[in-house]
């Protein structure tokens, strides 16, 4: 059982920095997911984390010990890579027991860690044939099964999905979760597909341009953004947000955006006048009666799926909305829609984009 | 093109014998294009042919003019009253009747014949009145003198092992050299490969003295390393390993380090291996410069134990007399191992090329 902690790490490639001082700590066993838009030094950070990359100022952590001049050879770690890096001109067996057979271990443990990882990953068929005769999903799994065999202090997967298609994408997913769930791993996971970190992840840290936004658990980070990045990249589709005016209201406050007026109560640190924006996620907006609606758009596109609707409205003076229904909604293109804005999952923003409030009693 | 074409041409015969008209009529690109082939081979392969033939003649079949194309010998017999054999002709009699005789011996203008058959008469012929009876004959002998005589067996022994050796010393440190310069990312990377192409451009008759003058005082003179050693490190061999390691994927090394491999072991498990192509031209170009090397050689070997292939073969070259057919057969000799390495090591390129196994 691994922790991983980083303090003040800092990369700058000449005299560009990538990242700007993180400080995070990965608990012992915990599946914990890097995501963030590309280039946000998600990557680097990981390659940091596994020795490929020098860090320019701080401390990388692993289990008590200070590893910053420690080589990746000698980190314990085990990586799969996106492009899995399979060495192509040796077999599947010998691709697993690379890494053993440089730990020097005896031929029968190597023999019988390869081949239980290979039944766990139901690679067996295959371990004599050369990874360019593997289909994408197969070799994926001898990536991983590459990483299982070595018993590592930790896995580092960087974007191991990102080269499968669709489908096996969500099969996999599942795979993974269940080898966490199996062997318990600590295991850090990079990926620019929100979902998947969703799905996966203990804790999920979101990165954007080398700085670390927000650390939560996904529900958390769902339901209460720090700020308006993790909440416009957390969730999917993605978070609708306004920029608006506070003003002052008969019981609080009344944020204007356009044709939008919306009463909410006072909120701490926003005064009458002050410029913010508020947010509200697609499944958040009710599409009501006219009467008891915020505001009023047509609609431009009604997707239905059947077992949900989505709807892409435009209202003057604001960005296109989004709103997620359940089940079947009989809306025709440039029909108007009453929409109603869930004030117990209305996000307000101030100026510079940090959480002043994710929901309202009531 | 039809299915029956297609499949045929699978087949040599069907290769060979493709033609762009069908119904086994000529088109006229296919008349032009075998022309233009049978000149390619021609040319190509015309000469080597001649000295294979040649090589195959005696020494005054060498000098004959015209030449012959195929080596010729005469017919020697025995003849009842006569201890040597003697040499058969084609002879116009006095009253025109031709007949063939044998030479008994040469006097002047004249020569002293006999007929087979009946030995005990002699004839006199004028010598422009006979013509020599010849046969298809080898003169293996060619072959046979230098390789027993004149230890050319020991120049082969030789040639190989500098080949052999200096090829293999080759092949390690210029791919240790490429590695560095490929693998690692360090200040004056740039500048050092510049250096080694730099080099490229001297050429070996500058460094020969100096380059002597150092292998004179290593002690080296007329030992095989000292035609070895020299030539081991190539700027054209790291210089082409070095751009095919470029190509290997980086995360192929970095994985190698996450599975705790030492740099000795990504060298020579993961970039060696995937690295063969390359290793396998270098091989070849490194085969073919050191069996044909001659100059440098020429230099530091001056005792005939020590002598490569080619510093033999120039042996035979004396000041007044130049021993042809020995020349040429040794030269057949010497060309029959580049022929087949190139043959194998050709194969072994053109369908090993592995593909990274990666998108």
């Known amino acids: 059982m691994t922790e991983i902690r980083l303090s003040e790490v800092k990369k700058a490639y000449g005299s560009v920095d990538v990242i700007h001082g993180i400080d995070l700590v990965v608990d012992s066993g915990e599946f914990c997911v890097f995501v963030g838009p590309s280039g946000c030094g998600k990557s680097t950070l990981l390659r940091i984390i596994a020795g490929l990359e020098d860090i320019t100022s701080g401390k ?34 010998k691709n697993m027991a690379f890494g053993l057979e440089n730990s020097k271990l005896p031929r029968a443990e190597i023999d019988e860690r390869v081949n239980s990882a290979a039944r766990m990953l139901q690679l067996q068929d295959y ?9 994408g999903g197969q070799r994926q799994r001898v990536a991983i099964g590459r990483a299982i065999v070595r018993d590592p202090k930790a896995f580092l997967f960087d974007e191991p999905l990102s080269n499968l298609d669709a489908e096996l994408r969500v099969t996999m997913r599942k795979e993974l979760a269940a080898l966490h769930a199996d062997i318990g791993g600590t295991m850090i996971y990079v990926t620019h597909d929100q979902v998947e970190a969703m799905t996966l992840a203990d804790k999920i840290v979101v990165l954007q341009a080398g700085r670390i936004e927000q650390v939560g658990t996904p529900l958390d980070l769902y339901n209460k953004p720090q700020n308006v990045f993790v909440a416009g990249f957390i969730g999917s589709p993605r978070m609708n947000i306004f920029d608006a005016t506070a003003e002052a209201g008969e019981s609080g406050l009344i944020l204007r955006c356009g044709p939008c007026a919306m009463a909410v109560p006072p909120i701490e640190g926003l005064a009458p006048g002050d410029a913010c924006s508020f947010g509200i996620r697609p499944e958040h907006l009710d599409v009501t009666e006219n009467h008891e609606a915020d505001l009023v758009a047509s609609c431009s596109l009604a997707e239905q799926l059947g ?56 | 093109m039809s299915d029956a074409a297609a499949t045929s041409s699978r087949t040599i015969r069907g290769l060979l014998g493709a033609t762009r008209g069908t119904n086994g009529r000529l088109h006229w690109t296919d008349v032009f ?34 030449p012959t194309f195929l080596p010729l010998g005469q017919i020697e017999i025995q003849v009842e009253g006569y201890d040597d054999p003697l040499p058969l002709f084609e002879a116009t009699l ?18 002293q014949m006999v007929d087979p058959e009946n030995p005990g008469e002699t004839i006199q012929v ?31 022994y030789n040639s190989v092992v500098v080949t052999v050796v200096a090829t293999l010393v080759t092949l390690l440190i210029n791919s240790m050299a490429a590695y560095g310069l490929a693998i690692y990312e360090f200040r004056g990377r740039a500048a050092i490969m510049l250096l080694v192409i730099g080099t490229l451009m001297i050429p070996i008759t500058v460094i020969l003295v100096p380059v002597y003058l150092v292998v004179t005082s290593m002690g080296m003179i007329n030992s095989l390393w000292a035609v ?65 090397d001659f100059l440098w050689p020429l230099i530091v070997l001056n005792r005939s134990e020590v002598y490569t292939l080619q510093v033999g073969l120039n042996a035979f070259q004396g000041e007044l007399d130049v021993q042809w057919h020995y020349i040429l057969a040794m030269t057949v000799v010497t060309l029959i191992p580049v022929t087949l390495v190139f043959a194998f090591l050709q194969k072994f390129i053109t369908t090993g090329i592995a593909s990274s196994g990666m998108k």
């Open chain 1, 60 to 93: 990388v952590v692993i289990d008590g010990d200070t590893v910053n001049t420690i080589p990746a050879s000698e980190r314990g770690l085990a990586m799969v890579f996106q492009s899995y890096a399979l060495y192509p001109h040796m077999s599947i067996y």
């Open chain 1, 127 to 135: 371990l004599h044939r050369k990874p360019k005769a593997l289909s």
């Open chain 1, 307 to 362: 077992g949900e609707t989505y709807l892409y409205c435009d209202a003057e003076g604001l960005p296109q909305i989004t709103a997620h229904r359940p089940g079947q909604l009989s809306v025709a293109e440039g029909q108007e829609v009453a929409l109603r804005i869930d004030r117990t999952n209305l996000h307000v923003f101030d100026r510079n984009g940090q959480t002043l409030a994710n929901g309202f009693a009531g």
């Open chain 2, 33 to 66: 294009t075998y022309m233009y082939l049978g000149f390619g081979v021609l040319l190509m392969f015309g000469p080597v042919i001649w000295l294979v033939l040649s090589s195959f003649k005696t020494s005054s079949a060498l000098l004959e003019f015209p």
């Open chain 2, 94 to 111: 006095e009253d025109g009747s031709v007949k063939q005789l044998a030479q008994v011996r040469r006097i002047g203008i004249m020569s």
């Open chain 2, 126 to 156: 004028p010598i422009n009145r006979r013509t020599e009876v010849r046969e298809f004959r080898m003169a293996l002998e060619n072959y046979r003198d230098p390789l027993e005589r004149f230890d050319f067996t020991r120049y082969l």
């Open chain 2, 228 to 292: 070895i050693l020299p030539g081991a490190a190539t700027p054209t061999g790291v210089f082409l390993l070095r751009q095919y390691m470029l190509t290997i994927p980086r995360d192929l090394i970095e994985a190698a380090r996450m599975d705790k491999a030492s740099e000795w072991a990504i060298y020579w498990k993961v970039v060696l291996p995937l690295a063969m192509p390359a290793m396998a031209v270098l091989a070849i170009f490194s085969i073919m410069w050191r069996w044909n």
